[in-house]
C-alpha cells in the first residue's frame, strides 16, 4: 500500500513563507505524477502544482511566481515552497500521486495565513 505523509502547515503572516513536505513510501518516480491540492472551507478541491516524472511542472494561475514545486529523489520527497504567502492561501493542503488509475493521498497539512 502507498503512503503519502505531507507535513510542513502551520500559521504564518501575509508575506511570509512555508515549506511542505511530502515523504512518499516508494520512490516517486514509480508515479506518473506528483503535486498538490489545497482546499478551503466551502471550496472545492483545487489543484494547485503538479510535477511529473520528466520533471515538467505546472501551476495553478493564482501561485504562479509564488509557488514552487520540486522533488528530491534520494529522500522520495517532493517539496513545496510557498512564498509571499496571502490570506487567500489559507486552506488544508494535501499531497498527491498518481500511478496508472490509483490516485494517493497524503492526510493533510493546515496553512493559515493571516492578515
Known amino acids: 500500500q502507498v503512503q503519502l505523509v505531507d507535513s510542513g502547515g502551520g500559521l504564518v503572516q501575509a508575506g511570509g513563507s512555508l515549506r511542505l513536505s511530502c515523504v512518499a513510501s516508494?520512490?516517486?518516480?514509480?508515479?506518473?505524477?506528483m503535486g498538490w491540492y489545497r482546499q478551503a472551507p466551502g471550496n472545492q478541491r483545487e489543484s494547485v502544482a503538479h510535477?511529473?516524472?520528466?520533471?515538467?511542472?505546472n501551476y495553478e494561475d493564482s501561485v504562479k511566481g509564488r509557488f514552487t514545486i520540486s522533488r528530491d529523489i534520494t529522500k522520495n520527497t517532493v517539496y513545496l515552497q510557498m512564498n509571499s504567502l496571502k490570506p487567500e492561501d489559507t486552506a488544508v493542503y494535501y499531497c498527491?500521486?498518481?500511478?496508472?488509475?490509483?490516485?494517493?493521498w497524503g492526510q493533510g497539512t493546515q496553512v493559515t495565513v493571516s492578515s
Open positions: 498527491h500521486a498518481e500511478r496508472g488509475r490509483n490516485d494517493y
Open positions: 516508494r520512490s516517486i518516480f514509480s508515479f506518473n505524477g
Open positions: 510535477i511529473t516524472t520528466g520533471g515538467s511542472t
